[in-house]
């Protein structure tokens, strides 16, 4: 996404940018507890399952007749999952100031998961810098960065 700028409340100019992120990254706590199986695994698992579908198909009477919406539930059934995948992914926001003349440059940051989750967190940092001059409140995923 393109870098929005909004000039705060009190006259900061401020950059708000939305990312997606392809792997979900380690943080804090979670750092020696993240186990992922990596791309061996993806791979092992994704070619079991062409393979079980190759030899369903293969192995199918040559006179059986499948309806179109056996089809269409193979796809949806097969699809679910990797779109499921896709719209639920973790989006990192990031709102950053050089500063003003007596006021310091800050860099604020957060993670939220799915598109529009991101998108409305986009919109809540920007009317909150607008109105009272900082991107974050109480309970906001936002938390500055020193």
Excluded: C
């Amino acid at each position: 996404m393109a870098t929005k700028t909004v000039i705060a409340a009190d006259n900061r100019e401020w950059q708000v940018r939305r990312n997606i992120e392809w792997s979900t990254p380690a943080m804090g706590d979670e750092f020696e507890h993240d186990v992922d199986g990596g791309r061996g695994a993806m791979v092992l698992i994704l070619s079991s399952l062409v393979l079980f579908w190759v030899v369903v198909f293969v192995w199918l009477p040559e006179h059986v007749y499948m309806p179109w919406f056996y089809w269409l539930a193979i796809i949806v059934i097969v699809g679910f999952f990797p779109v499921r995948w896709f719209f639920r992914r973790p989006w990192t926001i990031v709102a950053e100031t050089q500063g003003g003349y007596d006021l310091p440059a800050e860099h604020w940051t957060g993670m939220v998961r799915g598109q529009a989750a991101a998108r409305e967190e986009t919109r809540v940092v920007l009317r909150s810098l607008r109105t009272r001059a900082t991107p974050g409140h109480a309970d906001s995923p936002l938390q500055p960065v020193n």
